[in-house]
């Protein structure tokens, strides 16, 4: 079980046009500074070995053209033990809805895909629905109008055809790649569209 | 392991002769059970028994040292011997050409002996030969009247002939359920318990009463599957043709804390077993009296797309309880047309207020139901009806139940009783059951039943779009 490098993540998922949010690996404050632009980024240190980020102090939230240089430094310092890693920048979203899309294989029933209420609900709340793949246009529909927070994630037709058409996305990426584990965890529906914003996939 | 494919397992559930290995006329003895009870239960096809000891009759049949020896078509052999003797009983049931074999017998993979088991397995590939069990009651059939259960028949009932099937894992599971049919009213078609599932498991089963024209409803309990992608396979061809109730035993929970992914770690196998369910038209049952409750309306009513319940009753607090119970499961009271209300109102004395729910009022006798349901099944804003009848209340008796009888086999929408009570109530409970109308005796399991066939609609009307 290897996970896959965010980048060759996201490649993967663009691949089945999964939108993911901007994003590039920086070599040094400069190089996150320009990327950021006049937009407020996250910068995250990603060790080779998984480890819990936040909690080790290797992100940093909200950073400006002006509180990038210390965020960065920062991480840098936290990282060192960690070696070795890489400093990946991503655009930032503000507001907006999280949700988790993840895959398993089942020892029964194969590849199954996955819709929950994201970010730091998924463990309190377990509110999910869950579907062997492939799943058809009806099976996306119902997993997103099965949850307790359907009318929250989807409060529209608009809105639960753009969630049901990411999970049918995510289903093809299961079914024809090789992944054994996915979390697309969160994905942020905001603005009438969406972004992943955090990828696991383990191959 | 390979496997020897879809089993056909006519000859054993419909057999025109049987042959009971481990046959004898010591009463103790599981074999002496099988052949008394296929007497009993009037079995009309041939018998032979079987024991190497014999000594040329048992139990008053002509009886034979092997299965060889019979040198006539045996539809199915039953196995009840101890188990290290079984691969030997089993390899001649192959040379003799049997239809089919039950293993009654204990002593295999539930125990640790892999060994013999596998054996079976091998045999059973060999001769292509399906077999049940082993460690299971084996099967009953109301029709052909075969029954290889070694319960004596003064402890368990057998149910009358029906359209449900029901198979199950577990023997216990599966005699107190097949006891609690008969008190339900509503009859049986088939029974397998199917034990260790070496062999024959419940996909070949599923695939057996999917295809079965004597099987309406199939009902399943299992406590895990061997081939989950199998069991896809054939419920996406058969869950839309017949309705096939399920409940699954033992919540498994292994693997999940070690789980690297938030995903893994949400989706235990309980939660895929759930999620497969619903995905291919399971009807899941939450437990085995909601498993009773389920098969009787799949059975006996009507499939029903459209969630406005018409309620009439002869009280007053039981309508509201089942109104409040149809909005927790997502149906609605029907709204009856002008022409409905205006014809009720002629029919009804005054005191009955003409609304719904329809409280008749506590004297409503048979007719007065008659004339309610008459009305109510015409209405085209009705899709479903729930007839509350509290046998307590002076006009009730039997004219009631069977103007309920009547109405619940002619009309082309679902019908269900409520009735609450004791003895009194549960005489015309059973009486309107063994008339084919689905008697419940709590607006909970009433309505949750009731939801349950319509959900079922719903997906076999999109599915054949």
Do not use: W
Request: glycine content about 8%; charged content about 25%; some cysteine.
């Amino acid at each position: 079980m290897t996970q896959l490098e965010y980048k060759d993540a996201e490649a993967l998922a663009k691949k089945y046009n999964i939108k993911c949010i901007e994003s590039a690996y920086v070599k040094s404050y400069e190089e996150a500074i320009k990327f950021a632009g006049k937009e407020r980024i996250v910068i995250k240190a990603i060790p080779q070995k998984p480890i819990h980020k936040s909690k080790s102090g290797l992100v940093a939230v909200g950073l400006d053209s002006n509180s990038i240089f210390a965020a960065y430094k920062s991480i840098i310092a936290s990282a060192e033990k960690y070696k070795p890693y890489k400093v990946l920048a991503q655009k930032m979203v503000s507001g907006g809805m999280e949700i988790i899309v993840g895959g398993k294989i089942d020892e029964q029933f194969g590849r199954m895909v996955l819709i929950g209420l994201g970010g730091i609900y998924v463990e309190a709340f377990k509110d999910f629905s869950l579907r062997v793949c492939p799943i058809s246009k009806k099976d996306a529909r119902e997993m997103v109008l099965e949850l307790k927070s359907s009318s929250i994630i989807a409060k529209d037709d608009k809105a639960l055809n753009l969630v049901s058409e990411i999970l049918l996305k995510v289903s093809k990426m299961y079914v024809k790649s090789d992944l054994k584990e996915l979390d697309l965890n969160p994905i942020i529906l905001h603005d009438g569209t969406y972004d992943a914003v955090d990828l696991r996939m383990i191959r | 392991m390979t496997r020897v494919g879809t089993h056909n397992l006519h000859k054993i559930i419909s057999p025109k002769s049987i042959a009971i290995i481990g046959a004898s006329d010591n009463p103790d003895k599981v074999g002496h059970v099988i052949i008394k009870n296929n007497i009993d239960s009037g079995y009309g096809g041939k018998i032979y028994p079987i024991n190497i000891n014999s000594s040329g009759t048992i139990m008053g049949y002509k009886s034979y040292k092997s299965i060889l020896e019979v040198k006539k078509q045996i539809d199915l052999a039953v196995i009840a011997i101890p188990a290290e003797f079984v691969p030997d009983a089993l390899e001649q049931c192959g040379r003799a050409k049997v239809g089919g074999v039950v293993i009654i017998s204990g002593g295999f993979a539930e125990i640790g002996r892999i060994d013999l088991q596998e054996k079976v397995v091998e045999i059973s590939e060999k001769y292509n030969l399906p077999v049940i069990g082993p460690n299971c009651l084996g099967v009953t059939d109301t029709r052909s009247r075969v029954d290889t259960l070694f319960l004596p028949t003064f402890k368990i009932d057998r149910p009358s002939i029906g359209g449900v099937s029901f198979a199950a894992q577990s023997g216990a599971v599966g005699s107190s359920v097949l006891d609690l049919i008969d008190s339900e009213g509503f009859g049986l078609a088939r029974f397998f318990s199917y034990g260790n599932a070496a062999v024959v498991d419940e996909v070949d089963i599923l695939d057996f009463l999917a295809k079965d024209k004597e099987t309406k409803v199939a009902v399943f309990y299992i406590e895990g599957v061997k081939r989950g992608r199998e069991l896809i396979k054939i419920a996406r061809r058969c869950t839309k043709k017949k309705p096939i109730v399920i409940i699954k035993g033992g919540i498994t929970e292994q693997g999940s804390k070690a789980a690297s992914s938030h995903t893994a770690s949400l989706a235990g196998s309980s939660e895929a077993y759930r999620a497969v369910f619903k995905q291919f038209g399971f009807i899941e049952a939450k437990d085995l009296k909601d498993l009773l409750n389920l098969s009787k309306i799949f059975t006996t009513q009507p499939l029903c797309t459209g969630k406005r319940v018409a309620i009439i009753t002869n009280g007053g607090g039981a309508g509201v309880l089942v109104t409040d119970a149809i909005y927790n499961n997502g149906l609605e009271l029907a709204e009856l047309t002008e022409r409905s209300n205006s014809e009720l109102k002629k029919v009804m004395p005054k005191i009955v207020n003409v609304r719904m729910p329809l409280d008749m009022a506590g004297d409503a006798d048979y007719s007065r139901f008659s004339s309610a349901l008459d009305i109510v099944s015409k209405d085209e804003n009705v899709d479903a009806i729930i007839a509350i009848a509290l046998f307590q209340t002076p006009g009730a008796d039997s004219k009631v139940a069977s103007t309920l009888i009547d109405y619940g086999t002619k009309i082309k929408k679902p019908l269900i009783v409520l009735s609450i009570g004791g003895s009194y109530t549960k005489a015309h409970k059973s009486m309107i059951e063994n008339g084919g109308v689905p008697v419940y005796d709590s607006p909970a399991d009433a309505v949750s039943s009731l939801a349950a066939l319509i959900r079922y609609s719903r997906y076999v009307n999109e599915e054949n779009y």
